[in-house]
Structure formats: C-alpha cells, structure tokens
C-alpha cells in the first residue's frame, strides 16, 4: 500500500508569495493533519482535518489555510510568505475511531525555502 | 511556552549498549506519548506508544517508560545498532486527538 505522498518534494518561493502544498493520505485514512519543522526544531502543528471539517488548529497566522477534498487528500495555503516561513512542510494522516488513532503517518515533507 | 522538551540534543552510544533517550513535558492533561523516529530526508515514523494508564510499554529493542508524577518519559533501545541512529521526536497528545505536540528531538549516533 502507497503510504502518505506529498508534492512537490521542493519549492522555492520569494518573499509574498503564495504556495500551495499537496498531500494524499494513506488509503482508508479520513484524518489528515499539518506540520511545519523548522531546522533544529521539532514539528510544529498547523491544522488537523476530518472529514472536510477543520477540527483543529494551532498558533499559526490567518496567513496559513487549509482545506480537505472528497477523497481526503488535503491542500495547505501560505499566503504572502515569509523568510520565516522557509520549513519542512509535513503532512500526516491517521485513522480515526481506532485504538491507535494517535498514530500518526507521516509523509516525506515539502521542503519550502522562501528568498 | 514548549510544553514537550527533549533536553538532550544528542546522544553517543556504542553498538550493543543501552540508549537511553529522556522526554519532559509540562501539561498533566496529556494522556498519550508516542516516540517517532525520523530518518534524514524522511518524515518521521512511529516507533512506540505509552498511555497514561500504564507506565510501562514494551516492543521488541524498544522499551517506553512513563512517570506520571514527574512528568517525564523514557526510550529504552537494548541492545543498540548502528541501523537505529537517527533523530527521535518525544510528541505528547490527547487520546482520540489524532494530532501531537512534539519535542525538538535528540540525534542518537550508535557506533560500530
């Protein structure tokens, strides 16, 4: 089974900017969640969603958005980007209503360098 | 505020011995841990988890240990190899959450 794919592996942007991220969970997965990981650090949450619906969000700017389509995969939005924004973009997806929901499977990550 | 911290950067451990990876956290709500591995050039992949309600959880080489009251969790690797040295993510979480806070990591180099 193809585990989480992401596109593109790289991307270079200038400052504002807007990128789009792509992410295709793991067949059967309904939960898809994003993460930024800077250099040094570790991943940082940015949006959780299920079935469509945001169900979660962390402290990230109106500048970040997300959206998840019919088939689960899930799209994240950075508009008027930042040098600081420059990350490993990673998405996630998980199976919910499981004994180990928790379990998250994470996809490679987008590289994003903001010039 | 990090409510998840690995304070060790990076361990150095020989081939054979025990690695030993440590993971603070400060919000007593959390009720799930997960220790997630992370290869260069790889998201991270799941190792091992540990619910509040126990404190000890056991697979294989990998041994997780909880302390409620001191808030504080622990990998256990025995006997180390040079195939496990990568970066190890501590991430706290909610159960049922389906999303983790996580620590900044520790590299572990295991040496032949």
């Known amino acids: 089974d193809a585990g989480v794919t992401q596109s593109p592996t790289h991307l270079i942007k200038t400052r504002g900017q807007q990128v789009t991220l792509r992410c295709s969970p793991i067949?059967?997965?309904?939960?898809v969640s994003w993460y930024q990981q800077v250099l040094g650090q570790g991943p940082q949450f940015i949006f959780q969603?299920?079935?469509?619906?945001?169900?979660g969000r962390g402290n990230f700017p109106d500048r970040f958005s997300a959206r998840q389509f019919p088939n689960y995969s899930s799209e994240l939005n950075v508009n008027a980007l930042l040098l600081g924004d420059s990350a490993l973009y990673l998405c996630?997806?998980?199976?919910?209503?499981?004994?180990?929901?928790?379990?998250?499977?994470f996809g490679p990550g987008t590289r994003l360098t903001v010039l | 505020d990090q409510q998840v911290k690995q304070n060790s950067p990076s361990l150095s451990v020989q081939e054979g011995r025990i690695s030993i990876l440590n993971c603070d956290y400060t919000?007593?709500?959390?009720?799930?841990f997960l220790w997630y591995k992370k290869y260069p050039a790889e998201g991270p992949t799941f190792l091992i988890s540990?619910?509040?309600?126990?404190d000890k959880n056991e697979d294989g080489r990998f041994t997780v240990f909880l302390n409620k009251s001191a808030k504080h969790l622990s990998l256990h690797i025995v006997p180390s190899q040079p195939g496990d040295s990568a970066v190890y993510f501590c991430?706290?979480?909610?159960?049922?959450?389906?999303?983790?806070?996580f620590g900044d990591g520790t590299t572990l180099t295991v040496k032949p």
């Open positions: 996630a997806s998980s199976l919910p209503r499981t004994a180990d929901y928790n379990e998250q499977f």
């Open positions: 067949s059967g997965h309904k939960s």
């Open positions: 969603y299920y079935e469509k619906e945001e169900r």
């Open positions: 919000n007593s709500m959390f009720d799930y």
């Open positions: 540990i619910s509040s309600i126990k």
């Open positions: 991430a706290a979480s909610y159960t049922n959450a389906g999303k983790s806070t």
